[in-house]
């Protein structure tokens, strides 16, 4: 008998042994790895090790005074939703800084402490603003009380103040004037260009908001991590403000 046929004829044999129907007594699991019956001491099952649950970043955004939501790219996408939760809260009446409005189910959860919230969003492709376009004019239409403060920033066009994007600024300007929408994000929220300085953006809520907690959630590419760290650590340590930072990356 060749050799090749009779490997063939042993690997057939093993898996219909291994994969038949279970008989009495057997629960149909692990046979191929079992030489008696699952009742045996000796039965050899695989060890099985559970690390976790693991919970969102973001998930105890409702416990900080104030919020600081920058995503780069699609990872907005996460922070929209909080941004949602926050407009909501509002919509549902519930007092802002407060407890859940009365009668909601979720009165018997901690209290949602979110005073104000700060969202950055940069991206590089204008055509991404039509992801939330609804989101941003909810926010400007229902947000009375200026609770959210939204920022969006298209990072391909040269920054604010380069001769190379006045035209565009100057045609941003008379359309907003005239409108009120934003040529770029097509929404009421205004696009600036360029990156954010970071620097400056911590420091304005760290003067805003003395002796407040705030929570910083980033999402999007590896690439700030490092520096929004190292300045939440920074205006804790140099200011009255906490920062919290938290990252999710995409």
Aim: aromatic share 8%.
């Amino acid at each position: 008998m060749p050799l090749l046929y009779l490997m063939e004829l042993i690997i057939t044999l093993n898996v219909n042994q291994a994969c038949r129907p279970p008989t009495d007594g057997e629960s149909g699991l692990l046979r191929a790895d079992l030489s008696v019956g699952i009742t045996d001491s000796n039965a050899r099952f695989p060890k099985l090790m559970i690390d976790g649950p693991y919970g969102a970043p973001a998930q105890d955004y409702r416990e900080y005074d104030v919020l600081l939501l920058i995503g780069l790219g699609i990872g907005a996408t996460p922070l929209i939703s909080i941004v949602k939760d926050v407009l909501n809260h509002i919509q549902r009446g519930g007092s802002v800084g407060g407890t859940e409005p009365e009668g909601s189910s979720k009165g018997k959860k901690k209290p949602f402490m979110t005073k104000r919230a700060y969202s950055y969003w940069v991206t590089r492709e204008e055509g991404s603003f039509e992801w939330f376009r609804g989101v941003m004019n909810e926010v400007a239409e229902k947000d009375k009380d200026g609770v959210i403060e939204l920022h969006n920033h298209c990072s391909s066009v040269y920054q604010e103040g380069d001769a190379r994007s006045a035209l565009i600024v100057m045609l941003q300007e008379l359309n907003h004037a005239k409108k009120g929408v934003d040529i770029l994000s097509g929404t009421s929220v205004k696009t600036h260009f360029a990156r954010p300085n970071w620097r400056s953006v911590f420091k304005r809520i760290a003067v805003n908001h003395e002796n407040q907690r705030v929570g910083v959630f980033y999402c999007g590419e590896p690439v700030l991590v490092a520096q929004l760290r190292q300045l939440s650590a920074d205006f804790t340590h140099n200011t009255n403000t906490k920062f919290d930072f938290h990252k999710e990356n995409f």
